[in-house]
């Protein structure tokens, strides 16, 4: 057994709760990514322990799931709607504008995590669309911005990367 961290600790106590044999794994993933924001190499261990599986088990089954992730997120989440209603209105314009505005990939962040773009899927809010999702880990806040064009797009991820919140960005 690793030595008993500080953050082993915490992550022990948050967990405490689900046992082995019980069908706890992904409950315990969630528990971990929605306190963390993502699932550490050091919680995939502890789990491992608490549950008493082998920590690849952990990772194999951590790694099904899209919505885990292995890596901090972002401060700032741009979830870019893959839809057919934003595609057919240019979300690929969309992604595109926000991509090039904050220098990233899809599924990556700035150098300084401030922003980060990511695939979303539909979430039925066809009328919006193009439409994006804005996810604040400080605040635990989720806006829906809508009937982007290409110019409001990089608006948007100017202020963003600039410090804005999603709050402050729509009111102005």
Request: glycine share 8%; aromatic share 6%.
């Given at each position: 057994?690793?030595?008993?961290?500080?953050s082993?600790?915490?992550i022990?106590?948050?967990i405490?709760?689900?046992?082995?044999?019980?069908g706890?794994?992904?409950a315990?993933?969630?528990?971990?990514?929605h306190?963390?924001?993502?699932?550490?190499?050091?919680?995939l261990e502890?789990?491992?322990?608490?549950?008493?599986l082998?920590?690849a088990?952990?990772?194999?089954?951590?790694?099904?799931?899209?919505e885990?992730?292995?890596?901090?997120?972002?401060a700032v989440?741009?979830r870019?709607?893959?839809?057919p209603a934003c595609?057919?209105?240019?979300g690929g314009?969309?992604r595109d504008?926000l991509?090039?505005?904050l220098?990233?990939?899809m599924n990556?962040?700035?150098?300084?995590g401030?922003v980060?773009?990511r695939?979303?899927?539909?979430?039925?809010?066809c009328?919006?669309?193009?439409?994006?999702?804005?996810e604040e880990?400080?605040?635990?806040t989720n806006?829906?911005?809508g009937?982007?064009n290409a110019a409001?797009?990089?608006?948007?991820?100017?202020?963003?990367?600039?410090g804005?919140?999603?709050?402050?960005?729509?009111?102005?």
């Amino acid at each position: 057994m690793p030595l008993e961290t500080e953050s082993r600790a915490q992550i022990r106590a948050l967990i405490a709760e689900f046992r082995p044999n019980h069908g706890d794994l992904l409950a315990t993933l969630h528990r971990i990514q929605h306190e963390y924001g993502y699932l550490s190499r050091e919680a995939l261990e502890v789990v491992a322990e608490q549950l008493h599986l082998f920590a690849a088990q952990v990772y194999g089954a951590a790694s099904y799931y899209e919505e885990f992730r292995f890596e901090p997120p972002a401060a700032v989440d741009i979830r870019w709607c893959s839809g057919p209603a934003c595609r057919a209105r240019n979300g690929g314009g969309i992604r595109d504008a926000l991509l090039a505005t904050l220098a990233v990939q899809m599924n990556g962040q700035t150098e300084d995590g401030r922003v980060g773009v990511r695939l979303g899927q539909c979430i039925g809010t066809c009328e919006l669309a193009p439409q994006v999702w804005i996810e604040e880990r400080a605040s635990h806040t989720n806006e829906v911005v809508g009937n982007l064009n290409a110019a409001k797009a990089v608006r948007l991820a100017r202020a963003l990367r600039d410090g804005a919140t999603a709050q402050e960005v729509l009111r102005g």
